[in-house]
Nanobody, 124 residues
Framework: QLRLVESGGGLVQSGESLRLSCEAP????????LGWFRQAPGKEREGVSC???????KYVDSAKGRFAISRDNDKDTVYLQMNALKPEDTAVYFC??????????????????WGQGTQVPVSS
C-alpha cells in the first residue's frame, strides 16, 4: 500500500523559502508521476507542479521561476523547493502519485494516491 507523507511545511514570511518533502516509505516511486497540489482556504485545489517518471517537469504559471520540483528515486521522495514565497501561496500542500500522472499538465488527472497535506502559511 502506497502511503505518501509530506513534511516541511510551516509559517514563513513573504519572500522567504521553504522546501517540502514527500516520502513513500518502503514503496518505489520510480515509475510513477508525482505532483504537488495546494488548496487555499475557500478555494478549490489546484495543481502546482509535477514531474514524470522520466524527469520532465511542469508548473502552474504562478509557480514558474519560483518553485522547483525534483525527485530522488533512491530515497522514494519528491521535493518542492519554494522560493520568494508570497501571501497568496498560503495553502495546504499535498503530494500525489500515479502511474498516468503528469502526462499533459499539472491537473489532477491520473493520480491514485494522495498525502494528508502540510500547511504553508505565508505572512506579509
Amino acid at each position: 500500500q502506497l502511503r505518501l507523507v509530506e513534511s516541511g511545511g510551516g509559517l514563513v514570511q513573504s519572500g522567504e523559502s521553504l522546501r517540502l518533502s514527500c516520502e513513500a516509505p518502503g514503496y518505489g516511486l520510480d515509475f510513477l508521476g508525482l505532483g504537488w497540489f495546494r488548496q487555499a482556504p475557500g478555494k478549490e485545489r489546484e495543481g502546482v507542479s509535477c514531474i514524470t517518471s522520466g524527469g520532465t517537469t511542469k508548473y502552474v504559471d504562478s509557480a514558474k521561476g519560483r518553485f522547483a520540483i525534483s525527485r530522488d528515486n533512491d530515497k522514494d521522495t519528491v521535493y518542492l523547493q519554494m522560493n520568494a514565497l508570497k501571501p497568496e501561496d498560503t495553502a495546504v500542500y499535498f503530494c500525489a502519485a500515479g502511474i498516468a500522472a503528469c502526462e499533459n499538465s499539472v491537473s489532477a488527472t491520473g493520480y491514485n494516491h494522495w498525502g494528508q497535506g502540510t500547511q504553508v502559511p505565508v505572512s506579509s
